[in-house]
C-alpha cells in the first residue's frame, strides 16, 4: 500500500503530467508572460490612433467633397453668367439702337420720333444706290463734296450780293447785286434741302442713323432758318427795316453752315 501512493505521488510530480506552460523553461514564460503586458499596454493606443486616422480621413474627405461642391457652384454660375452676358449682347446687336432723349430742345425729340419712319422712306432709295455699285468714297464724301461746292460758291458769292446791295457806292453796282442776289440764294437754298435729302439716303445706304448727330441738327436749324429769311423778303416793303435784320440774319446763316460743314467732316471721319 505505501508503494503505490509513493508511484502516484511520483507519478503526479512526473514532468509528463505538468501543464504545457509548466512544461516550458522558465525563461521562455517569462519572454511570453512580457510580449503579454506588451500587447495589453498598446492596444488602447492603437485603438485611439485608428481611430484618429479615421476621422482625419473623413475631414479630408468632407472637405474635399466640400470644395468639388463649391467649386462646382462657381463654374456653373460662371458659365450663367457668361450665357446670360451673350445672350444680351446678342438682343443689343439685335435690337434698335437706345436712344436717351434728355434734351430740352423739341428739334432733337421730334427728329428721332420721326427718324424710322423717315429711315422706312429712304430705304428704297438706299437700296436703289447700293444697286448702281458705285465706289464705297463716292457714296461716303459725294454728298460733303457737294454741299461744299454749294456753300462756298453759291453762298458765300450771294452772301457777298446781299452786302453789295447795302454797301455799294455805284447805283449801278447795286442794281446787279440786287437783280443777281435773289436767284442765286434761292437756288442756294433748293441745293441745300437737295443735298439733306441725300445726306439722309448715303447715311441709310452706309447703315448709319440719321438725325442722331450735331451735324444733322445743325442743318435742320439751317433749312428752317433759310426758310424764315427767304419768308422775310415778302415783308421788305410793309416794313424796311427788316432788310437789315435780313443782312445779318443771312451772314449768321452761313457761319452756321460753315459750322455745319465741319460737323459733317467729323461724322465722315468717324466711320
Given at each position: ?25 522558465p525563461s521562455l514564460r517569462r519572454a511570453v508572460r512580457g510580449l503579454a503586458g506588451l500587447s495589453r499596454r498598446n492596444i488602447p493606443r492603437g ?225
Amino acid at each position: 500500500m505505501a508503494s503505490a501512493a509513493l508511484f502516484r505521488s511520483a507519478a503526479l510530480a512526473s514532468p509528463l503530467n505538468a501543464s504545457p506552460l509548466a512544461r516550458t523553461p522558465p525563461s521562455l514564460r517569462r519572454a511570453v508572460r512580457g510580449l503579454a503586458g506588451l500587447s495589453r499596454r498598446n492596444i488602447p493606443r492603437g485603438l485611439a490612433l485608428r481611430a484618429e486616422q479615421q476621422a482625419q480621413e473623413s475631414s479630408n474627405a468632407w472637405q474635399q467633397e466640400a470644395q468639388e461642391s463649391s467649386n462646382a457652384w462657381q463654374q456653373e454660375a460662371q458659365e450663367s453668367s457668361n450665357a446670360w452676358q451673350q445672350e444680351a449682347q446678342e438682343k443689343g446687336n439685335k435690337a434698335p439702337r437706345e436712344r436717351l432723349l434728355m434734351s430740352v430742345a423739341p428739334m432733337p425729340v421730334a427728329a428721332l420720333a420721326a427718324a424710322d419712319a423717315l429711315r422706312e422712306l429712304l430705304q428704297p432709295y438706299g437700296e436703289l444706290v447700293r444697286s448702281w455699285n458705285l465706289p464705297d468714297w463716292l457714296i461716303h464724301w459725294g454728298h460733303p463734296g457737294n454741299m461744299a461746292v454749294v456753300l462756298l460758291a453759291m453762298g458765300g458769292y450771294g452772301s457777298y450780293l446781299g452786302w453789295q446791295i447795302r454797301l455799294a457806292s455805284s447805283p449801278e453796282a447795286k442794281a446787279a447785286a440786287r437783280a443777281g442776289h435773289p436767284p442765286i440764294m434761292a437756288f442756294m437754298f433748293l441745293f441745300f434741302a437737295i443735298g439733306a435729302t441725300g445726306g439722309l439716303t448715303s447715311l441709310v445706304t452706309s447703315g448709319r442713323p440719321i438725325f442722331e448727330s450735331p451735324h444733322a441738327y445743325s442743318g435742320m436749324a439751317g433749312l428752317v432758318l433759310l426758310t424764315i429769311q427767304a419768308a422775310m423778303t415778302s415783308q421788305f416793303k410793309s416794313n424796311p427795316d427788316l432788310r437789315g435784320v435780313h443782312a445779318y440774319l443771312g451772314s449768321a446763316i452761313m457761319l452756321l453752315f460753315v459750322v455745319h460743314g465741319i460737323l459733317g467732316l467729323q461724322l465722315g471721319l468717324s466711320y
